[in-house]
């Protein structure tokens, strides 16, 4: 793709080839066992608890075909242990030769041979805040530390035993007032774990007006001296990962509160507003504040789409809300380019964004003309590669 005016950037760069598409991540369920405080879950019902029907799967394994996906991830907002019959719906997957992926809170004890199937997974991704058993309970209704680490261990034996000399885990760790503390005892039970990277996630969506059994509210609350002590905990936290080879990231909004509260910036940059989008109801958001002429530096709706189990597409995981529909797409290119997809991108390019996507925490802000390259360059390595 050539250079383009700027005048008409947003509408070169927001209707694209559906091969961009690398990542088809398939929420085959929208139930969970689980009821985390901080999650939709519990708080949207309107999205209701869907499993993907036999029907729907297959049309996205049509719709796969020729498609260049590269990276298929089953995963969404429920948990894929928790569908009878699981083991059969993700074996053909294992089979088209793709590097796989899920997401799941491991509280289901699991048996061997689940665990051999678990190990199948190119990558996995288990969540988990704290070393507090009791916390978690409150926090994670339903849930128990003792079941993370027992299906870890189950599941790295597993792929020792079929020949896999390291699992490749990955942890994501959701950060509230009532988890800080202790992020640096989590990061060493990681460490212990032999995972590979572990991810400190932001409040996406803030429920916490809705929950008074526990503080889940967002850490910029809290007063400065607090605010130093929790800094200084993540800070812990990193280093200790690092030190252990272990990769260590955090989200744009958690590193700007971390460099204001240990004198790093003197900019009060974290805002927040209510917002209410389709699936995951009203909520509050925190992100990194925008400047005149800035942006999210958000790429996924150039490379991503998830495929709800109702039949709705996703653009990112910040839950912005269903941009189309893929049950009578009869190829990617309808979904991937629905009209709602294509305004989000020009919003991203021109930095006329909506509420879910300015107050997001997920992404850093970034200069608009610097995104438009950002864009241009990964159509241009995509489209020939």
Same mark, same amino acid.
């Given at each position: 793709?050539?250079?383009?005016?700027?005048?008409?950037?947003?509408?070169?760069?927001?209707?694209?080839?559906?091969?961009?598409?690398?990542?088809?991540?398939?929420?085959?369920?929208?139930? @969970?066992?689980?009821?985390?405080?901080?999650?939709?879950?519990?708080?949207?019902?309107?999205? !209701?608890?869907?499993?993907?029907?036999?029907?729907?799967?297959?049309?996205?394994?049509?719709?796969?075909?020729?498609?260049?996906?590269?990276?298929?991830?089953? #995963?969404?907002?429920?948990?894929?242990?928790?569908?009878?019959?699981?083991?059969?719906?993700?074996?053909?997957?294992?089979?088209?030769?793709?590097?796989?992926?899920?997401?799941?809170?491991?509280?289901?004890?699991?048996?061997?041979?689940?665990?051999?199937?678990?190990?199948?997974?190119?990558?996995?991704?288990?969540?988990?805040?704290?070393?507090?058993?009791?916390?978690?309970?409150?926090?994670?209704?339903? !849930?128990?530390?003792?079941?993370?680490?027992?299906?870890?261990?189950? $599941?790295?034996?597993?792929?020792?035993?079929?020949?896999?000399?390291?699992?490749?885990?990955? $942890?994501?760790?959701?950060?509230? =007032?009532? #988890?800080?503390?202790?992020?640096?005892?989590?990061?060493?039970?990681?460490?212990?774990?032999?995972?590979?990277?572990?991810?400190?996630?932001?409040?996406?969506?803030?429920?916490?007006?809705?929950?008074?059994?526990?503080?889940?509210?967002?850490?910029?609350?809290?007063?400065?001296?607090?605010?130093? &002590?929790?800094?200084?905990?993540?800070?812990?936290?990193?280093?200790?990962?690092?030190?252990?080879?272990?990769?260590?990231?955090?989200?744009?909004?958690?590193?700007?509160?971390?460099?204001?509260?240990?004198?790093?910036?003197?900019?009060?940059?974290?805002?927040?507003?209510?917002?209410?989008?389709?699936?995951?109801?009203?909520?509050?958001?925190?992100?990194?504040?925008?400047?005149?002429?800035?942006?999210? &530096?958000?790429?996924?709706?150039?490379?991503?789409?998830?495929?709800?189990?109702?039949?709705? $597409?996703?653009?990112?995981?910040?839950?912005?809300?269903?941009?189309?529909?893929?049950?009578?797409?009869?190829?990617?290119?309808?979904?991937?380019? #629905?009209?709602?997809?294509?305004?989000?991108? =020009?919003?991203?390019?021109?930095?006329?964004?909506?509420?879910? @996507?300015?107050?997001?925490?997920?992404?850093?802000?970034?200069?608009?003309?610097?995104?438009?390259?950002?864009?241009?360059?990964?159509?241009?390595?995509?489209?020939?590669?």
């Amino acid at each position: 793709m050539g250079d383009v005016k700027n005048s008409n950037i947003e509408k070169a760069l927001s209707k694209v080839p559906a091969k961009l598409l690398r990542n088809w991540t398939l929420e085959l369920t929208s139930r @969970c066992n689980l009821r985390c405080t901080y999650c939709s879950v519990p708080h949207a019902e309107e999205y !209701g608890m869907v499993d993907m029907s036999a029907e729907r799967i297959e049309k996205l394994k049509s719709l796969m075909k020729n498609s260049g996906v590269d990276f298929i991830s089953l #995963s969404g907002r429920g948990e894929l242990t928790y569908i009878d019959g699981w083991e059969e719906i993700v074996t053909p997957f294992f089979e088209m030769g793709l590097p796989t992926h899920t997401v799941t809170n491991f509280q289901k004890p699991l048996t061997w041979e689940q665990a051999r199937l678990m190990a199948c997974f190119s990558m996995l991704t288990f969540s988990i805040d704290n070393v507090d058993r009791e916390m978690t309970r409150k926090v994670r209704k339903g !849930g128990d530390l003792r079941n993370v680490i027992y299906n870890v261990n189950m $599941v790295k034996a597993a792929g020792l035993a079929m020949g896999r000399k390291q699992m490749n885990m990955h $942890v994501i760790a959701v950060v509230t =007032k009532s #988890s800080l503390g202790g992020f640096k005892d989590l990061a060493a039970l990681m460490v212990s774990l032999g995972v590979q990277h572990l991810k400190l996630q932001d409040l996406v969506m803030d429920y916490s007006d809705r929950v008074d059994t526990v503080d889940i509210s967002h850490i910029s609350e809290l007063p400065d001296d607090e605010l130093v &002590d929790a800094a200084q905990d993540l800070v812990d936290a990193r280093q200790i990962c690092l030190e252990n080879g272990v990769g260590f990231y955090m989200h744009p909004s958690l590193e700007t509160i971390i460099n204001k509260a240990l004198g790093h910036s003197q900019k009060d940059e974290i805002v927040a507003d209510r917002v209410t989008t389709t699936n995951v109801g009203d909520h509050m958001r925190h992100g990194c504040r925008l400047e005149e002429g800035e942006t999210r &530096d958000c790429i996924q709706p150039w490379q991503l789409a998830i495929l709800l189990a109702d039949g709705g $597409v996703e653009p990112c995981t910040g839950s912005y809300g269903p941009i189309g529909n893929y049950d009578f797409a009869e190829k990617p290119d309808e979904f991937f380019n #629905s009209p709602d997809m294509v305004e989000l991108r =020009k919003s991203l390019l021109t930095g006329n964004l909506g509420q879910a @996507c300015k107050f997001c925490g997920t992404a850093k802000a970034i200069k608009v003309e610097d995104f438009q390259k950002k864009v241009q360059n990964y159509i241009r390595e995509r489209l020939t590669t």
